[in-house]
């Protein structure tokens, strides 16, 4: 692609994304059109098809102008935007960009397959982790759940909460946790084709984390952990923003699919500052299941979790911008996962596009038009 016309008129995005989508037919194949009409239908249902594929073609079209995704779109409210409000936003093909400026490609494996992860900081998990890869590891797993009937499962090399869930063997005999093994297996195949990522069928077990009973009032079922951010630069570690992942309607997963909400810290105080938000649009001062106050909590041991933070920030020097998925266990803050190039949610509770900030901290700018253009 060597340029794209910039406009501001629906009709017009529509028939350039259609050009784009006949264009790049192997891309924009029927899995990925399907991938972006659920997308959009979700937020939509009752909205007619004529009606939701001009609206699936929009989004199209706001990502090969802005770069940002079908949910970015919607979240950040792209539709109600000019065209310099939407430059002030680090979207998602921005993000990708900037984090291969900051962070080595070489060592990206260490951050997008889980087991490498754990294996690279194990102290910081407090928690027991095996990966199951094939019909050879069964022994492995019967060894792990003998002490921990009841685990989560996680793809190997999924992100988003794809594939996750938790499981249990609690009153199996071997034979019956042979078949759940192997039905794990066939897990990590079937998620490969479902999500159209990864390249590992592999999946791993995880001992379930004792929460803190503070954060675990929110929502009793899920783990609600804090998403922080780091730069590094030199040997200095800046905690550049910080969220809470407070989970709803007795899911297990703090995720985007179950209405999570998400709430802006102070980063000197470890005080919520922002109302609750979730990317469906939903904005909450206090639980909507409880009625507990977001604004305004206290996450304890906050000093201890930027502690935790820097020391594992210098741990990768490799990496000069990680968000870290934190959690308080009743052993203490430990790590639920640590993403390579964390998405820029604050710009959802902050409520306005913050790509400056980043910019003028890091002390760099990618100055093409177009995201497309840095690939």
Known sequence: MKSIR?????????????????????????????????????????????????????????YWVYGVSTDEYFYYDFANKTREEKLEYMTYRLRLLYGQHLNRKDMTHLLTNKFETYNYFKEQYLRDVILCSAEDDFDAFLAFTQKHPEFVVKP???????????????????????QCFLRLLQEGIDNKAKYLRGFDASVILEELIDQNEEMAAFNPASVNGVRLVTVLRGDEV?????WMKIGRGGHFLASAVFGTMDAG??????????????????????????????????IPQWQELLALAEECALKMPFFHYVGWDFVLSKKGWCIMEVNQCSDFMWQLYR?????????????????????????
Request: net charge negative; aromatic share 10%.
């Open 156 to 178: 190997v090399d999924l992100s988003g909460g794809r594939g996750v869930h938790k499981a249990s063997v609690a009153g199996m005999n071997e034979a019956e946790k042979k």
């Open 6 to 62: 910039i406009t501001e008129d629906p009709k017009e995005m529509v028939a350039i994304a259609k050009e784009i989508v006949e264009g790049m037919k192997e891309k924009y194949d029927a899995g990925m059109m399907k991938i972006v009409k659920d997308d959009v239908q979700k937020r939509f249902p009752e909205m007619p098809e004529d009606q939701l594929m001009e609206l699936v073609y929009i989004t199209i079209y706001q």
């Open 265 to 298: 810290i102070d980063m000197k105080t470890g005080v919520i500052n922002t109302p609750g938000f979730t990317e469906m649009g939903e904005c909450y001062a206090a639980h909507p299941d409880n009625g507990l106050p977001i604004v305004g909590f206290q």
């Open 238 to 242: 800046t905690p550049y923003e910080a």
């Open 351 to 375: 409520q306005r596009g913050m790509k400056k900030e980043f910019e003028d901290l890091i002390g760099w700018k990618f100055d093409k038009e177009f995201w497309w253009q840095g690939l």
